[in-house]
């Protein structure tokens, strides 16, 4: 499982938003300031759709398996999915695009360079500054 995991990372390191993201070093250094409620809330609801998503649909559909009731899966899936990109969508506008940008560089940089530790001895791990 780990080196497929960094085969993925190696795979998504070459895409030009990912690759920016790892040479650039995003970070969350734009956040130093104090956010208004509106930065915050869009923030929020961009994090929280990413976790209304998949996530969320795999559980609908063990919960349809657990009472063997397909259309639990069938009709809350793509309902749930697009509840959660009406969420991203809201999180968008609310917080900006600068800061919506700035928070998935930073959550891409994060993921990628994690898919490809799968790929490093324990030696090197340790040699990783912190996210």
Same mark, same amino acid.
Not at 3 to 18: E, T
Not at 65 to 71: A, E, G, H, L, M
Not at 75 to 85: A, F, M
């Given at each position: 499982m780990g080196?497929?995991? @960094?085969?993925?990372?190696?795979?998504?390191? $070459?895409?030009?938003?990912?690759r920016s993201a790892i040479d650039g070093k995003a970070d969350l250094r734009a956040f130093d300031g104090r956010p208004t409620l509106r930065v915050l809330l869009g923030v929020f609801m961009i994090a929280f759709s990413f976790v209304m998503g998949w996530p969320?649909?795999?559980?609908? !559909?063990g919960i349809a398996? @657990?009472?063997? $009731?397909?259309?639990i899966a069938v009709? !809350? !899936?793509?309902?749930? @999915? !697009?509840?959660?990109?009406l969420c991203f969508l809201g999180g968008m506008a609310l917080s900006g695009a600068k800061y919506a940008r700035i928070l998935l560089r930073w959550f891409a940089r994060v993921w990628v360079e994690r898919l490809l530790s799968y790929g490093l001895v324990p030696s090197e791990i340790e040699e990783l500054p912190p996210c």
């Open positions: 080196i497929f995991l @960094y085969k993925l990372g190696l795979r998504l390191s $070459q895409i030009r938003f990912f969320a649909i795999g559980a609908l !559909g398996i @657990y009472f063997r $009731q397909p259309w009709i !809350g !899936g793509p309902v749930l @999915y !697009g509840l959660s990109h």
